[in-house]
């Protein structure tokens, strides 16, 4: 067999020691050796970082059918999430993708954009003036009100011990995908019995949810609970069960807010290092009272949320699984083995895109080629609600930025380092000071 480059690393270990202490660094810094196909020796297992435009597009489209998520992947997740669209492969995940596809569509998301700008509008309301703040904290809590408002159409009064849930869950997630190798669930440790506890406390409620929503008379059926309950299987006309659409849930609450969260996030930290673009964007976006329909007239906002798409993809790294022995770029990989793709690596890489680490939103005037720019994913398994989280985050900055600067409290010139987990959230917490603009 023709193996890839494997970086040096411990005699027994590997390259576990350097990843478990920063892997979005060295996953970056072995590409810039090593090229766009590398084996990591993680212990006793290995792992192929693929850095290559051209055969990340194999493996993500045209070859899409020769792969799936790996097992490390259906363990570490699948136990929060179970059988959804991020876990399901072949029949199943087009069958769901169809269910899920139209309440994420332009115009459900246009159907929402008040609801999205209402809510940004009482969070920054909610802060007063000289307050600290937790940057991430309030952009996960606010993001997480948008998915129960915008999808599953909440009421207040029902959504707050689920929130509570929910935030709980997203950090057992986290810990959970945090870990190099996934620790079996019969396994009586701290952290497994934490997140049973966890897992077991949202399932009670989703499901008391899902029981509430089918005793009530039919809704208009617009937001994505009614959608999932109202769909049907095209071949047989089966409903979907009450487990399947608890995975689901699971899928969106976490995936629908955290990454957007994330992105928002880093949307601030960078516009407060870069008072230039700040400047710039606040006078475009005028006394911020945008709506969906304004967001075409503000290319530069659009710009702003590509650039931190690539900057920090907030699902910088998934993976894919060859079904059979297979050969990509010249190296044989064998069957099951893990393949790690990361935006966050091809999306630095000076090999594709000018000063990379720098903050530069005008780039975007052009479009990047295909391969270089992939923050949702590609192909088949492209993230179904891109255009919701894009339009969510475009409206959510054009709510805050105009009425507070938010500085940060941290005395570091530097920018805060992204920690990977399950999606590339900031190392350490991020407090910021408000202080109103006076809009």
Not at 129 to 145: K, P, V, W, Y
Not at 175 to 195: D, E, Y
Request: charged fraction near 25%; proline fraction near 9%.
């Amino acid at each position: 067999m023709v193996r890839p480059p494997t970086p040096p690393g411990h005699w027994l270990l590997g390259n576990l020691p350097e990843v478990r202490r920063d892997m979005p660094q060295v996953l970056r810094d072995v590409t810039a050796v090593h090229g766009g196909l590398t084996r990591l020796r993680m212990g006793p297992a290995s792992m192929y970082l693929l850095a290559e435009p051209d055969l990340i597009h194999e493996v993500l489209v045209t070859r899409a059918a020769e792969f799936r998520k790996s097992s490390r992947t259906r363990q570490s997740i699948g136990w929060h999430l179970g059988d959804g669209l991020v876990t399901l492969e072949g029949a199943a995940h087009r069958r769901h993708r169809r269910v899920m596809q139209p309440a994420l569509h332009t115009q459900r998301v246009a159907a929402q954009a008040d609801t999205i700008v209402a809510l940004a509008r009482e969070r920054v309301e909610s802060w007063p003036a000289g307050s600290e703040q937790d940057l991430l904290a309030e952009m996960a809590d606010l993001t997480l009100r948008i998915v129960c408002a915008a999808l599953f159409d909440l009421r207040p009064a029902e959504d707050e011990r689920l929130i509570a849930a929910v935030h709980d869950f997203a950090a057992s997630l986290n810990w959970a995908t945090g870990r190099a190798f996934p620790l079996p669930r019969w396994l009586p440790s701290a952290g497994n019995r934490r997140a049973r506890a966890i897992i077991n406390t949202l399932n009670t409620q989703v499901y008391a949810l899902i029981a509430r929503r089918r005793s009530e008379p039919a809704r208009s059926g617009a937001d994505l609970l009614s959608m999932l309950l109202a769909a049907r299987d095209a071949d047989t006309g089966a409903p979907l069960s009450d487990v399947e659409i608890r995975d689901e849930l699971m899928t969106v609450f976490f995936a629908g807010h955290e990454t957007s969260a994330a992105a928002l996030t880093w949307a601030l930290h960078l516009l407060d290092a870069h008072p230039d673009v700040m400047k710039q964007l606040r006078a475009n976006l005028g006394d911020g009272t945008l709506t969906m329909a304004d967001l075409p007239r503000v290319p530069l906002l659009g710009h702003v949320v590509k650039e931190v798409l690539r900057l920090y993809p907030p699902a910088w790294l998934f993976d894919r699984s060859p079904r059979a022995d297979l050969r990509l770029g010249g190296y044989d990989l064998p069957r099951g083995a893990t393949l790690l793709v990361s935006p966050w690596v091809v999306h630095r890489d000076p090999r594709w895109w000018d000063a990379p680490d720098e903050f530069r939103p005008a780039r975007f005037a052009d479009e990047p080629s295909r391969g270089h720019y992939f923050p949702f994913g590609d192909g088949p398994r492209l993230c179904v609600g891109n255009r919701f989280a894009e339009t969510e985050i475009a409206l959510v900055l054009a709510t805050i930025v105009p009425r507070v600067d938010l500085p940060s409290l941290d005395p570091s010139p530097t920018l805060v380092p992204p920690a990977g987990e399950a999606t590339l959230r900031p190392r350490s917490r991020l407090r910021v000071r408000v202080t109103p603009t006076g809009r």
